[in-house]
């Protein structure tokens, strides 16, 4: 069993700024890589941002410049800092991770329950 505690979604102005937070915890003996996705009314889940165990990271060009994605590995957290936020960021937001069970377990991934977030004036 893995779960996801997310937290830090909610309504913020055009511009303003939001942390979104993950824990994992559960079943892991490892997280590969650690993410955000995102799907907004009527389109389908896209990625938002992404960092590997190594802090490889890896964006969406329409938050490149105004989303930070940062983790503690020993927390097995993951956050993501979005500033300077839009209308169009406006969406639910889910965590998902890359992990091995146990150290011979193949990978696997998981997802979040997600977090509402809305962007408006």
């Known amino acids: 069993q893995v779960q996801l505690v997310e937290s830090g979604g909610g309504l913020v102005q055009p511009g303003g700024s939001l942390r979104l937070s993950c824990a994992a915890s559960?079943?892991?003996?490892?997280?590969?890589?650690m993410g955000w996705y995102r799907q907004a009314p009527g389109k389908a889940r896209e990625l938002v941002a992404s960092?590997?165990?190594?802090?490889?990271?890896n964006y969406a060009d329409s938050v490149k410049d105004r989303f930070t994605i940062s983790r503690d590995n020993a927390k097995n957290t993951v956050y993501l800092q979005m500033n300077s936020l839009k209308p169009e960021d406006t969406g639910v937001y889910y965590c998902?991770?890359?992990?091995?069970?146990?150290?011979?377990?193949?990978?696997?991934?998981?997802w979040g329950q997600g977090t509402q977030v809305t962007v408006s004036s």
């Open positions: 960092i590997t165990r190594d802090g490889t990271l």
């Open positions: 998902h991770i890359v992990y091995r069970p146990s150290v011979m377990a193949t990978i696997a991934t998981y």
């Open positions: 559960g079943s892991i003996a490892s997280i590969i890589g």
